[in-house]
C-alpha cells in the first residue's frame, strides 16, 4: 500500500518524507495525520509503504512502526513527533 500525495512543488519531485507503516496500525494512523499536516504546511511531498509488501522491511522494521525517513535517513519510529519532524524538514 503506497500512497503518493501530490506535490504542489515540481522541482521537488523525490518525497522527502517516507513512512513504513502497517494496515490497521493505530501508530500509523497517528504518525500518518501528523505527517500529512506538517507536509501540507511546509509544501513536501511524502509517500507511504507497508512493509507487508517487502519481506526484507517486514523483517528490519516489522517491530518498530511505524518508521519515518526524513531526506532517505530514518529519523523517528513508534511516534512522530511533529516539532522534531518540522524542524527536520526546515534544516
Do not use: K
Amino acid at each position: 500500500m503506497a500512497e503518493h500525495v501530490p506535490n504542489p512543488h515540481p522541482a521537488d519531485a523525490v518525497p522527502r518524507v517516507r513512512m513504513l507503516g502497517r494496515p490497521g496500525c493505530h501508530l500509523c494512523d497517528d504518525a500518518r495525520a501528523v505527517i500529512a499536516r506538517v507536509a501540507a504546511d511546509l509544501g513536501v511531498q511524502w509517500e507511504e509503504q507497508s512493509v507487508l509488501d517487502d519481506p526484507a522491511l517486514l523483517e528490519q522494521y516489522g517491530e518498530q512502526i511505524p518508521v519515518t525517513f526524513v531526506d532517505g535517513r530514518q529519523h523517528d519510529y513508534w511516534r512522530v513527533d511533529e516539532a522534531r519532524l518540522r524542524a527536520a524538514l526546515q534544516a
